[in-house]
């Protein structure tokens, strides 16, 4: 079975932090480009984070530069996002998406060709 499962959000203060994970079975990160995105309620998705297949060039949202921080584990075949300095405007959900192979991070945020269901990061002020 095909799966991507991310995990690590919750209710937390404004200047806080949290790790998000997203563990694959049945597929693998290895040689993948991968991707963070969020949704707010009321918004669309946009990408926050990539990070391209060889860990090179990786790219942030402008909204969370210097605060969060993508990796990978190819080992565990896991996904990061580390987020410092929480603010309430990064309240939403938080998926973790998987790219093409040998790709490299852009502004097209994509093409993306498996997703997580979603993790909810809240924000308090």
């Known amino acids: 079975q095909v799966q991507m499962m991310e995990s690590g959000g919750g209710l937390v203060q404004a200047g806080g932090s949290l790790r998000l994970s997203c563990t694959a079975s049945g597929l693998t990160f290895t040689n993948r480009a991968i991707y963070w995105f969020r949704q707010a309620p009321g918004k669309e998705r946009e990408g926050v984070s990539c990070?391209?297949?060889?860990?090179?060039?990786?790219i942030y949202a402008d909204s969370v530069k210097g605060r969060f921080t993508i990796s990978r584990d190819n080992a565990k075949n896991t996904l990061y996002l580390q987020m410092n300095s929480l603010k309430p405007e990064d309240t939403a959900m938080y998926y973790c998406?998987?790219?093409?192979?040998?790709?490299?991070?852009?502004?097209?945020?994509?093409?993306?060709?498996?997703w997580g269901q979603g993790t909810q990061v809240t924000v308090s002020s």
């Open positions: 998406a998987r790219g093409t192979s040998l790709a490299y991070c852009s502004g097209s945020w994509g093409p993306v060709n498996a």
């Open positions: 990070l391209s297949w060889d860990n090179s060039k990786p």
